[in-house]
């Protein structure tokens, strides 16, 4: 076969990067392409003005030795810097008072977080039955019917509003949360589950996201995406794929587009690591179907607000990682991160930065808002639930139109229709983040067993496929 590289990755975000990294590694001939001017997808660090600020993602959950084992290889170990301690506290709004989450048996029962009456509901949570085997609930459905409604409007909703910005009366729980619904299925309730499951896990040395430590990189989230970059060696940014066939000797034939020419770029396999929709644009053709149910994937819609203030101006002593706000309290703000509490030297001395997020399935309009609008928003709710004085000394606003893919109810079954495409074309692969966790983390993970699955489908193309 003729081919120009064995393997092209179409996508440089966190999920091609780290497949097209590993496979280079592994002596295999990887050429990685990006329609944007730098790689790095939704990750983007941002020094300006003595700020350093994050345009996506603001940390990494730690949650398999595998991430570390990527850092140590990558020579950015080094760089790797953890939340500070005094980032352990979360708030959660309630009546636009900011209280720190629960972390312990004592905190719990006293917290004012939750009523009286919803605490004792707890109790009975290892006696609640399971739902029947193969149904789908949604995220929503499933917290009411196991832990209560307040446990979903204060603690499940905030949450899947700050990892998803999503809805979790939409979001499907087998494919948003597999793991609280495996300890649902294995062990018949989620208290029990958490015990039993804590043991299991600690002989695998994996860590739940819930224990997870979070960390970041001194020059911030970028410094990683720019390292597997440089580890792949031949990437070409400003570069689009158009189109995807095969021709007839077995070469898969992608035609990009750069500086309005065009030219054609032969691979043995091809990484398609690319938001769902655009992956839909290049597989229509070939895999119709496949192709719709990318297409009927959602995606919410975020603005990321970085505003710097005097320390002085801010009544609140930002002793937390921050803060998320309830759909239930009505703030126009999913919630906002008190990055320099997280991680040192985010802002000059004397100063802070604090990251917010509006929009989201929430309020799906907000985000196209003009930045003088979304930044005036933020100054209001900054200064209703912090106590922000004034203006702030630097404001910066980042739109992310489809930010977060959505995995409503039916994600599992439109993903295993998506998977069809590795049956219409052998040798194309699916890889980003609508596909095995939306966090840079299971991103990483995936890129790394996308990688794995290239490798033996070049190796022996009968058995490469990825289930
Ligand atoms: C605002 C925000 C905050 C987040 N915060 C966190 C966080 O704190 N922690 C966390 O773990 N996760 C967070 N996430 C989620 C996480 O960052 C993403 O899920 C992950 O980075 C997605 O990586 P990806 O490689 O799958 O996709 P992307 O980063 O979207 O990369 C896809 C790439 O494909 C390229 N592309 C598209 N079409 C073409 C084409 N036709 N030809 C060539 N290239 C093309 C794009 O230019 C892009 O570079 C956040 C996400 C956002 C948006």
New binding site residues.
């Given amino acids: 076969m003729n081919a120009d590289c064995d393997v092209l990755v179409?996508?440089?975000?966190?999920?091609?990067l780290t497949a097209g990294y590993q496979l280079a590694r592994r002596g295999i001939g990887v050429e990685v392409?990006?329609?944007?001017a730098r790689p790095?997808?939704?990750?983007g660090s941002e020094r300006r003005d003595g700020v350093l600020y994050e345009r996506?993602?603001?940390?990494?959950?730690d949650t398999s030795p595998r991430i570390n084992e990527l850092l140590e290889d990558l020579g950015i170990r080094g760089e790797r810097i953890d939340v500070s301690a005094i980032a352990s506290k979360r708030f959660v709004v309630r009546g636009s008072v900011l209280i720190a989450l629960p972390t312990s048996a004592p905190a719990f029962l006293t917290t004012p977080l939750f009523s009286g009456r919803a605490k004792l509901g707890l109790l009975r949570e290892p006696f609640v039955a399971p739902a029947p085997p193969g149904s789908e609930e949604s995220v929503a459905q499933f917290v009411v019917r196991r832990l209560g409604g307040e446990f979903l409007d204060y603690a499940i909703e905030p949450f899947v509003a700050g990892i998803y910005a999503g809805d979790p009366a939409q979001l499907s729980l087998p494919a948003a949360f597999p793991r609280l619904h495996a300890l649902e299925r294995r062990y018949g309730s989620l208290i029990k589950g958490q015990i039993f499951g804590a043991r299991e896990r600690a002989t695998r040395k994996d860590k739940s996201k819930r224990m997870a430590a979070s960390f970041s990189f001194r020059e911030g989230m970028q410094t990683l995406t720019d390292a597997l970059a440089r580890g792949v060696g031949r990437i070409r940014t400003d570069?689009?794929?158009m189109s995807i066939r095969r021709e007839q000797t077995g070469a898969i034939v992608v035609t990009v587009e750069r500086g309005g020419e065009t030219a054609e770029r032969r691979a043995r396999a091809v990484i398609l690591?690319?938001?769902a929709d655009?992956a839909a644009a290049?597989i229509r053709d070939f895999a119709p179907d496949a192709a719709r149910a990318l297409d009927a994937i959602p995606y919410a819609a975020?603005a990321?607000v970085a505003s710097v203030y005097r320390r002085s101006d801010i009544a609140h002593p930002l002793d937390g990682f921050g803060l998320l706000a309830p759909r239930v309290e009505h703030r126009r703000i999913l919630g906002t991160l008190f990055s320099s509490s997280m991680f040192d030297d985010r802002a000059a001395e004397g100063e802070v930065l604090l990251t917010t997020?509006v929009g989201g399935q929430r309020d799906p309009h907000l985000p196209s808002l003009p930045d003088a609008d979304l930044a005036r928003i933020v100054r209001e709710e900054l200064a209703a639930l912090l106590g922000a004085r004034g203006a702030p000394r630097f404001c910066a606003v980042t739109r992310?139109p489809r930010?977060?893919p959505q995995y409503t109810l039916g994600h599992l079954e439109r993903i295993r229709r998506a998977e069809q495409v590795q049956t219409a074309l052998p040798g194309l692969f699916l890889c980003?983040?609508y596909r095995g966790g939306?966090?840079?983390?299971d991103?990483i993970q995936s890129g790394l067993q996308t990688a794995e699955a290239v490798e033996k489908h070049i190796k022996n193309p009968e058995r490469g496929r990825l289930g």
């Avoid at 790095?40 to 990750?43: A, D």
């Avoid at 939306?438 to 983390?441: D, E, F, S």
């Fill in positions: 179409i996508g440089a975000g966190i999920s091609g392409i990006d329609a944007a790095g997808g939704v990750i996506g993602p603001n940390s990494i959950l570069t689009r794929a690591a690319v938001p655009r290049l975020v990321s997020f992310w930010a977060i980003a983040s939306i966090a840079v983390g991103c």
